[in-house]
């Protein structure tokens, strides 16, 4: 067997085993999402708490630390490590709290979002290659985001399971595309 050969048969099977482990990991998250909704919510939490007191004590180490940057740099870094580390630590100890408030504030940023696609997609009208699909999606989007920032909550819980049976779906389509991917690279 030529070394081309080697190389692509390796690359080949480095494809098949990302396609395979990427699509395990998308259905076992899609499951557990789908399952256990507010106890996946909130490991993503405790996920974010960590990075939060990770990041922090990365901004107040870069405070401490620095040679070049000068006094006020120092502190603000610092200061700003100070606050994730403590925004850290009060999620990590409130878990369910701090879950419900990362939900309700993504639902409100979600439907702000919404609408303000909406207006910009109405305000580009004159652009638009079909003025009729780009005010269908205008006002689309401005209706579903006023209906999430009346309830946030619960199209954050609707965009959950949406994205637990996403994540499912494409974990299955994954998994079959390791077993039957052919190497044509």
């Not at 557990?32 to 180490?61: D, E, H, N, Q, S």
């Not at 638009?128 to 269908?136: D, H, L, Q, T």
Request: no cysteine; hydrophobic share 65%.
């Amino acid at each position: 067997m030529s070394t081309a050969s080697e190389a692509e048969k390796s690359a080949v099977n480095g494809i098949r085993t990302a396609l395979g482990v990427g699509g395990v990991l998308a259905l076992i998250v899609g499951v557990l999402i789908l399952v256990w909704p507010g106890k996946t919510a909130a490991v993503v939490t405790v996920i974010i708490a960590i990075y939060a007191i990770a990041a922090g004590l990365v901004y107040a180490g870069l405070g401490i630390f620095s040679k070049t940057k000068g006094g006020w740099a120092r502190v603000g870094h610092i200061a700003l490590g100070i606050l994730f580390i403590i925004a850290g630590v009060v999620a990590l100890f409130n878990i369910g709290q701090t879950t419900a408030w990362l939900a309700l504030f993504l639902g409100i940023l979600i439907g702000i979002m919404w609408i303000v696609e909406g207006i910009v997609a109405l305000s580009t009208l004159g652009d638009a290659a079909s003025k009729g699909w780009s005010i269908f999606f205008a006002i689309l989007s401005i209706i579903a985001g006023i209906i999430v920032l009346f309830a946030p909550i619960w199209g954050v819980i609707v965009l959950w399971w949406i994205l637990g049976i996403s994540l499912i779906v494409l974990g299955i389509i994954n998994i079959v595309r390791a077993f039957t991917f052919k190497g044509d690279i």
